[in-house]
């Protein structure tokens, strides 16, 4: 089956403009999470979705970034005004969670979108 | 979240077994411990996950001490296709919601 995708894979743009970044999760996953990987670096988390709710946006770095998903599937990730320390790999993952919750943690990540700021 | 340290990077040779020690010592009671693999411009993959004792899986195999203060991932007979980077995770699924703490990793080297 599919798995989760994102777009675009690329994105370049000029340093103070606005970016979306799209994420399609694995249908039925309830549980979406935006993570980040700069050169060299591990993964940064973001934030978290349950259905359409973020219970956790701790890992947000500031009030330029946002993220909504709707209908409990597709999610944009947005960066206000963005800076070049805002390049980085922007990764999506998702998760099933079943009734009563699960201890399993296996995520499915997507390709990621490369993001550029110039 | 408990904080969890393992080796930069490892060398292996085609054929081998490795072993990667993960050290987590104030895993809380209801952590998990959970192993990703991720190769050069990839998202991370899941690898396994256990509790206590040992989890073995079609890929690997995972050893943790009663004292769960440590864990180990155990990769048999390692390939080329092996050589990635391998991190170890601890967290409690149900009251974090599953988000992932990822450290540095070990960097694993596979050589014919």
């Known amino acids: 089956g599919a798995g989760v995708s994102q777009s675009p894979s690329n994105k370049v743009t000029e340093k103070g403009k606005d970016v979306e970044l799209r994420c399609d999760p694995i249908s039925g996953h309830t549980a979406l999470y935006w993570y980040r990987q700069s050169l060299g670096q591990g993964l940064e988390f973001l934030i978290y979705f349950q259905g359409n709710s973020a219970p956790d946006k701790s890992g947000l770095p500031s009030d330029r970034f946002s993220a909504e998903r709707t209908g409990g599937s597709v999610s944009t990730l947005t960066i206000q005004r963005t800076q070049q320390e805002d390049s980085a790999v922007y990764l999506c993952?998702?998760?099933?969670?079943?009734?009563?919750?699960?201890?399993?943690?296996?995520?499915?990540f997507g390709p990621g979108t490369r993001l550029t700021v110039l | 979240l408990a904080k969890t340290t393992q080796p930069i990077s490892m060398d292996s040779y085609e054929g081998q077994e490795v072993n990667i020690t993960c050290s987590h010592n104030?895993?809380?009671?209801?952590?998990?411990i959970t192993w990703y693999q991720q190769f050069p411009s990839q998202g991370p993959r899941f690898i396994i996950q256990?509790?206590?004792t040992k989890v073995t899986n079609e890929v690997a195999s995972l050893f943790i001490p009663a004292d769960r203060k440590s864990s180990t991932l155990s990769l048999p007979r390692v390939s080329l296709s092996d050589t990635a980077v391998y991190y170890c995770?601890?967290?409690?699924?149900?009251?974090?919601?599953?988000?992932?703490?990822f450290g540095q990793g070990t960097e694993l080297s596979v050589k014919p």
């Open positions: 993952a998702s998760r099933t969670v079943g009734s009563g919750g699960s201890e399993n943690n296996e995520q499915f």
């Open positions: 256990g509790y206590k």
């Open positions: 104030n895993i809380a009671t209801n952590d998990y």
């Open positions: 995770l601890v967290g409690d699924v149900f009251t974090q919601g599953g988000k992932l703490i």
